[in-house]
């Protein structure tokens, strides 16, 4: 078996809860990226950006996002909760937040820009796991929260996070779950 379908048939995401930051390589986060960029894209229209969370600011946008925005949304709040946001991102070493930002196309529908984005959040998971990497694409609440989108540059009344990618260092390997059954999901007109 060729080493692209095996690794294909095996890889795993490792949720952000069990990975350790670690370390990501320079030269691999710029494969991820580059890989991130090679994907299907109709028209070519590129409707989609990447913002690489690293170093400080995953704790700058802890204290200036994700701790006061889940004050603001949330009630039944206790120190041991703001402080997991305030650190939410400090979880990986890398995250990549994959903004979908449509074009405007007379031609292309923004249904395929949002699946070009995913193509983008799914390079990235499968070229970051095939470093070895812990990777998970994840959009939790703050995919959904505006003054995330707008911190991250971000037009509200258009564009969407289509989800942060954490990158970071495998504690161990992750057991197998559960994949769908072929006959459930796949049929072969003949
Ligand atoms: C758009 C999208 C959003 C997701 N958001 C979350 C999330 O917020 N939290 C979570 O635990 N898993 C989330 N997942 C699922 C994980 O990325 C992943 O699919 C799961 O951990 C198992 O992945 P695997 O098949 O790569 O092993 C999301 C998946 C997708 C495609």
């Known amino acids: ?26 030269s691999d986060l710029k494969d991820i990226l580059e890989c991130a960029l ?4 109709h028209g070519a229209l590129a ?16 204290e200036e996002i994700l701790e006061p925005e889940f004050k603001k949304n949330n009630t039944d709040l206790n120190e041991e909760k703001l402080l997991f946001e305030r650190n939410r991102f400090m979880r990986a070493d890398k995250i990549i937040a994959v903004i979908y930002t449509p074009a405007d196309s007379q031609k292309i529908p923004n249904w395929e820009m949002m699946l070009s984005t995913g193509a983008v959040c799914q390079n990235i998971t499968i070229a970051a796991q095939s470093l070895n990497y812990a990777v998970q694409w994840v959009t939790e609440w703050y995919s959904y929260n505006n003054k995330m989108l707008e911190y991250l540059g971000g037009d509200v009344s258009k564009d969407k996070i289509a989800g942060f990618i954490y990158i ?23």
């Open 38 to 41: 090679r994907v299907p894209d």
């Open 1 to 26: 078996m060729n080493e692209i379908i095996s690794f294909l048939k095996k890889r795993r995401s490792v949720t952000a809860k069990k990975m350790l930051p670690g370390k990501v390589l320079d």
């Open 47 to 62: 409707p989609w950006r990447l913002i690489v969370i690293q170093k400080d600011m995953r704790k700058t946008i802890g």
């Open 168 to 190: 970071g260092e495998k504690k161990e390997d992750p057991l197998e779950r559960i994949r769908p059954k072929f006959e459930k999901v796949i049929k072969f007109l003949n």
